[in-house]
Antibody
């Protein structure tokens, strides 16, 4: 399983750091992503990091989102937050790949981020 | 970016009915399509990957088919436990993208 932490309420323009810890599988051999969900936009992939640290970003967050990892945890730093970033953020494990992009077989319970003044 | 569109948005059926959900991609994604089930108040769960392969533990009442730009998820005999929102997701290219969801009701 994966467990997220770090959500909360932040003002527009602020920053937030989310964390994802894993158990029950070889974390260091796993590609980890973040997917967010809102009532209005549904499910939206945000970012992912490979075993080698290679990063992918959704176009709308590129430049203000940074994903990183150490031996046991994946982090995502979100800066210059807007109300459009309000969502439940899920840490997800890549289970299958086309060789180009992932499908996700393990989902965390999610952490809620609210951007509001 | 690849846009994924599901139909219908909401589906009401009876217990025991055969139910079909359609997912269309804005460009060919070969067979790189996954389906997820999200029950009310719960986390999405992977049902099917690579168009038609059932994830471990998923009952055989679920099946998937299609290729290119048009795909379907079928529930052969709808059960009360199947009440959920179903999402398709392409993973042919970055950024992986989801359909808007189909809510299945009884």
């Amino acid at each position: 399983q994966v467990v997220e932490s770090g959500g909360g309420v932040v003002q527009p323009g602020g920053s937030l750091r989310l964390s994802c810890a894993a158990s029950g599988f070889k974390f260091e051999n796993s590609v980890i992503h973040w997917v967010r969900q809102t009532p209005g936009r549904g499910l939206e992939w945000v970012t992912g990091i490979g075993i080698d640290g290679y990063q992918h970003y959704l176009g709308s967050v590129k430049g203000r989102c940074t994903i990183s990892r150490d031996r046991s945890t994946v982090y995502v730093q979100l800066d210059s937050l807007t109300t459009d970033d309000t969502a439940v953020y899920y840490c997800v494990k890549e289970g299958y790949s086309s060789g180009h992009a992932p499908a996700f077989d393990v989902w965390g319970q999610g952490t809620k981020v609210t951007v509001s003044s | 970016d690849v846009q994924m569109t599901q139909s219908p948005d909401t589906l009401s059926a009876f217990v025991g009915d055969r139910v079909t959900i359609t997912c269309r991609a804005s460009q060919s994604i070969s067979n790189w399509l996954a389906w997820y089930q999200q029950k009310p108040g719960k986390v999405p769960k992977l049902l099917i990957y690579k168009t038609s392969i059932l994830q471990s533990g998923v009952p055989s009442t679920f099946s998937g088919s299609g290729s290119g730009t048009e795909f379907t998820l079928t529930i052969t005999s709808l059960q009360p436990d199947d009440v959920a929102t179903y999402y398709c997701q392409q993973y042919n290219v970055y950024s992986p993208s989801f359909g808007q969801g189909t809510k299945v009701e009884i």
